[in-house]
């Protein structure tokens, strides 16, 4: 469909939206140069490598960003959207930052000509495309773009702004992709690698392997020491390395959710809204006053309902109305309008006048008539669309639109396309304008029902908010930072632990957190407790800050609680690797070595190094990379694995058949995509692990 009212009325928003990429922050330092010093670091979100980032700038990408998802999900904004719109706002300043220091060091550059191209040119800039494509037709809209360079041109200083903001993003992109391809030509794979990697995947180990279970050692037997935790922990240390600060915290949740009561409440309620919905007369009135969520009463085909109401609304009669059914957490009624059998999908040409450029609607009207009376005298449909379409998408193939289903075009438009028979052709308004619709073959045929949908969501009554408050409240006056822990015990309350706590987390262990109680527990000292009873949808809670591990290799101390399990397994393996090196002393085959350690040797077929999983066992990369390296018939050395301690020793391999010329080159070219495509995100991390990076969002978010 044409959308050029449409999309001049968002032009600012799409703009914006749409123009965030690697690079979207080339907005001016808002600040004044007489701002202190310490008022503009007060101000700043973040930065990277001592280039920071100002909130009301960072902000606006947000706010545009959230509102991009808002669009793409439906609905309104939630915690979760924000947070992921922060995020992603933070990701892309990085990014900018992190590529625009190696841009410049390599001097790469666009040109005026090469910019012109990516914005104008045969093949546009993918931003370009996207920001200025018709959503309806899918087709490139050049006269929505020509449009947008003389408003920015001719003094519309909000469209300039943003109209350079684009081609900032636009530039940055490119030097983005000249770095990336810059970074991928230097990756090579040489004849050898191939060969490797193809006897990788098919030369065939057979073996035989005896296992020492972790498990087999009585946990009564383990005593750990300090020098074994140390000795886990210097083996393990760059596991250890904190990306970012964290805190530990202790909390319990009282939880408020609703209850059988306050569900039985809720069905009531809809119980009675059934009765008044029966006896509306307005039903679309009706359901935007009193449901929770504002379904349009319209069509519905089967699968665009929840299954409850699917699996009923189309075998009722009209004028029925039928529920209360529960779904996604509420009780939905439906009453039946209106149920008809509709095409499943139509394909469609339509020619688009312009109602401001006809003069009126009347006009445009009496001109679509004209039209339509030349189609009956035999005219091209395309020759006319080409002739006089203002839909440049469709314009371009003789007005044809493709295949469209139920719910992608405008009301009338759809109306009218659905209604018809194949060979019609009407004229039909909508908010677009006035369209000389064909309606070139409808397919398939399913019954649909137009149905007013009222749901309400089951929530908690001011009865269990209370309880649960309640309960929050006499654990907060209580407890303290001695007696944390034994006070929740006293009160029989769940105790809960969250050890990795981050900045911009916005749940416990899963569950729903607020931002603000994040915020203090980065704010607090070890040992504090919150500072009042922070409240979710569902949940009351209160905690204590139990721990602050700092930004780098985290102490033994602080990972000691988490690494004991790690550290038993280690205590193990040094018993076990005893017993299993005093078995092979003097083994001339695994059979003996089995004989002596009372377990079986088995035997396994066709391993491939590439797939280093032991049938029935687990992965174990460090055996199976030990049984390549072996000679046949000859018993291993022991051998530390996931699982426990191992022996092996091989019966016998199977060679795979000699590559040749043209299999080898295949796999070199495959070898060599796979590196490019990981080249990528390597450089980029090895960029951002030696950056310093300043992250302040959780002063703002």
Do not use: C
Not at 550 to 574: F, H, T, Y
């Amino acid at each position: 469909m044409g959308l050029m009212g449409n999309l001049r009325n968002r032009a600012g928003l799409v703009i914006f939206i749409i123009g965030l990429a690697i690079v979207a922050f080339l907005l001016g330092d808002i600040i004044q140069s007489g701002t202190p010093f310490w008022a503009k670091k007060q101000n700043e979100v973040g930065s990277v490598n001592g280039n920071s980032v100002d909130y009301l700038d960072f902000n606006a990408q947000v706010e545009q960003t959230t509102a991009m998802y808002q669009q793409q999900m439906g609905g309104a904004e939630t915690p979760q959207i924000k947070t992921f719109a922060v995020q992603q706002v933070w990701n892309q300043f990085i990014s900018k930052e992190l590529i625009a220091t190696e841009v410049e060091k390599l001097g790469l550059s666009v040109g005026k000509k090469e910019l012109n191209d990516l914005i104008t040119g045969p093949n546009p800039s993918p931003q370009i495309m996207q920001t200025f494509t018709n959503p309806e037709t899918g087709q490139f809209d050049r006269n929505y773009l020509s449009q947008v360079i003389n408003e920015a041109k001719g003094g519309n200083a909000q469209v300039a702004q943003q109209w350079e903001l684009l081609l900032e993003n636009v530039r940055s992109q490119r030097l983005t992709e000249k770095y990336a391809n810059l970074l991928s030509n230097t990756v090579y794979v040489t004849a050898l690698e191939a060969q490797d990697e193809y006897t990788a995947k098919n030369k065939l180990a057979n073996f035989k392997y005896i296992l020492l279970d972790y498990s087999s050692v009585n946990e009564a037997d383990i005593k750990l020491t300090d020098a074994d935790y140390k000795e886990y922990y210097d083996k393990h240390k760059n596991a250890f390395k904190n990306p970012e600060e964290t805190r530990a915290i202790e909390y319990v949740l009282f939880d408020a959710s609703p209850t059988a009561k306050d569900s039985s409440a809720t069905l009531t309620a809809i119980q009675t809204l059934k009765e008044e919905l029966i006896a509306s007369t307005n039903d679309s009135l009706f359901v935007v006053s009193s449901s929770d969520n504002k379904y349009p009463v319209t069509y519905y085909r089967k699968g665009q309902v929840s299954p409850a109401l699917d699996s009923i609304i189309f075998n009722a009669a009209k004028g029925v109305t039928v529920g209360p059914f529960l779904a996604n957490g509420a009780y939905e009624i439906a009453k039946i309008i209106d149920s008809k059998f509709s095409p499943d999908s139509v394909k469609a040409s339509h020619i688009l006048l312009n109602v401001a450029a006809e003069g009126g609607v009347s006009k445009a009207k009496v001109k679509a008539d004209s039209i339509k009376g030349l189609l009956a005298k035999g005219e091209s449909f395309s020759s006319l669309a080409v002739e006089f379409s203002q839909d440049p998408g469709s314009k371009a193939n003789g007005g044809d639109l493709g295949t469209f289903t139920r719910g992608q075009m405008v009301g009338p438009f759809e109306e009218a396309a659905f209604n018809g028979k194949t060979g019609d052709v009407v004229v039909v308004e909508s908010q677009f304008g006035v369209h000389i619709l064909k309606i070139e073959k409808q397919i398939g045929n399913s019954k649909i029902v137009k149905a007013a949908i009222l749901d309400k969501v089951i929530t908690a009554g001011k009865e269990t908010t209370d309880a649960a408050y309640a309960k929050a409240s006499s654990f907060f006056t209580a407890a303290n930072g001695a007696n944390f822990a034994e006070t929740a015990k006293k009160e029989n309350l769940n105790l809960q632990k969250a050890t990795r706590v981050q900045p911009m987390d916005n749940s416990l262990n899963g569950a729903e957190a607020s931002r603000e109680l994040i915020r203090w527990v980065f704010e607090a000292k070890k040992g504090d407790v919150s500072d009042k009873i922070y409240e979710t949808e569902n949940s009351f809670i209160v905690a204590k800050v139990a721990g602050v591990n700092p930004k780098g290799i985290q102490s033994l101390e602080a990972v000691k609680g988490d690494i004991e399990l790690g550290v038993k397994n280690l205590v193990k393996a040094r018993m076990l690797k005893e017993k299993m090196n005093n078995a092979l002393q003097g083994a001339a085959s695994i059979d003996q070595v089995a004989q002596k350690v009372g377990k079986p040797a088995i035997a396994v077929e066709n391993i491939v190094l590439a797939n280093p999983v032991i049938p029935g066992v687990s992965l174990e990369s460090a055996v199976v990379g030990t049984v390549f390296g072996l000679q046949p018939n000859k018993p291993s050395k022991s051998i530390e694995g996931t699982q426990g301690i191992y022996a092996v020793q091989v019966d016998s391999f199977v060679n795979p058949k000699e590559m040749v010329d043209t299999e080898r080159k295949n796999q070199q070219k495959q070898i060599l995509t796979s590196k490019q495509q990981r080249s990528w995100g390597s450089v980029f991390k090895a960029l951002q692990d030696n950056a310093k990076i300043d992250d302040n969002r959780i002063r703002f978010y």
